[in-house]
């Protein structure tokens, strides 16, 4: 026996299970396909945004509210700052079905909110152009997550605890067995108690038949735009926004280099062959409604793409994530799935994942992420 744990997939989910688990376990190995934070994974684009608020079902609101924790937790263990506390808005349609869902949720969650006037907005956010029945809710605890020093540091923090980690390396197969988990790369050969799956879009190839069915590889891209006046669209001043206002829809985050704001049309993932093969190039129509909404929403932004880049990762049909073990008595557990929305909770998902793989915890109130309902029926 190879160990107690194998995290197959080092990126968004599996950096943070892996430094989960390094503190439950000395036994623990990280395999990664490339390196650690590498600019091919979902992991890639500088920052995600993290947010308290946000619409659909209450159940994600306790693993918020965990991740929140452990960000600022792994901050204080390896000094780094990932985590860029400048709030966030969410801007939308006064009555309008974004707001209307998102403030649903927030009454039922009970999450810290302020609500703003299309006048407050214009006061307070200057950058925002505003259309005339356009308001906001203000989100105290959001911010912009730098993903590729989380990564990086949840790694470097495992190493610290004694987890081990095999970069460049991709698994060609799991196996499981009566009493382990058999991991295959070419001609090397590893057995563990047990293995999480959190490889993103490539985790297709070491699921079982019926959730490869269930998944789909899909292209995310970004793009950044140049400020006019770059103190105006700092951290300070310039929250992580969503909006989706009438027709339109983007999100961003401050410019947290100094001079450049991401800011990337919403919701427009696109189905892609393989994780390997996504076009980074924007397409002629991508540039243009991105430079399009730009010129409306943001007139303090030049509206010309200086930047932008596209990156892999693996949909479910329901939009929620697999988590949790193949079967009760199964040895594989799977952390993949996220749909383009996992890292915000990503620290939050690596704890549970490393609690429940190690047999240490199990967690409630999960029924909607677990892969049992996708079954082979």
Not at 283 to 312: C, H, K, N
Request: glycine content about 10%.
């Amino acid at each position: 026996m190879d160990g107690k744990l194998a995290v197959i997939g080092l990126g968004s989910i599996g950096s943070m299970a892996l430094w989960q688990a390094s503190r439950l376990s000395d036994a623990v190995v990280g395999f990664e396909a490339a390196t650690p934070g590498h600019g091919r994974s979902a992991v890639g684009g500088d920052t995600r945004l993290f947010r308290m608020l946000y619409r659909g079902i209450p159940d994600y609101y306790p693993i918020l509210d965990r991740s929140r924790r452990l960000w600022a937790e792994l901050e204080a263990e390896t000094g780094q700052d990932i985590l860029t506390r400048c709030g966030g808005l969410s801007i939308g349609t006064t009555d309008g079905p974004y707001l209307r869902s998102l403030l649903e949720t927030t009454r039922q969650t009970g999450a810290e909110h302020e609500l703003l006037s299309r006048d407050a907005m214009e006061e307070r956010y200057p950058q925002h152009n505003l259309r005339a029945d356009d308001s906001a809710v203000f989100d105290p605890h959001a911010g912009a997550l730098r993903t590729d020093r989380a990564v990086t540091a949840a790694v470097a923090a495992a190493e610290a605890n004694g987890a081990s980690v095999v970069a460049n390396r991709p698994i060609d197969g799991i196996r499981e067995t009566s009493d382990g988990v058999v991991v295959t790369s070419g001609e090397g050969s590893w057995t563990f108690e047990n293995v999480i799956v959190a490889s993103g879009g490539w985790s297709q190839r070491l699921m079982p038949g019926h959730l490869r069915a269930a998944t789909e590889v899909r292209r995310n891209f970004l793009s950044w735009f140049v400020a006019r006046d770059p103190a105006e669209f700092s951290p300070a001043r310039f929250p992580v926004f969503i909006r989706i206002s009438g027709d339109r829809s983007m999100y961003g985050a401050p410019a947290v280099d100094g001079v450049t704001v991401k800011a990337t049309l919403d919701g427009r993932s696109q189905p892609a062959a393989r994780a390997d093969a996504v076009a980074r190039e924007l397409t002629p129509a991508e540039i243009l409604e991105t430079t399009e909404t730009v010129a409306e929403f943001f007139p303090g932004l030049v509206p010309s793409i200086v930047r932008s880049d596209a990156f892999p990762d693996l949909y479910t049909p329901d939009r929620h994530p697999l988590l949790g073990r193949l079967t009760d008595a199964s040895r594989i557990y799977c952390a993949t799935g996220f749909s383009g929305a996992g890292f915000k909770m990503a620290s939050g998902y690596g704890a549970i994942a490393a609690h429940e793989a190690l047999g240490k915890q199990l967690f409630s109130g999960l029924d909607f992420v677990r892969p049992q309902r996708f079954t082979n029926g």
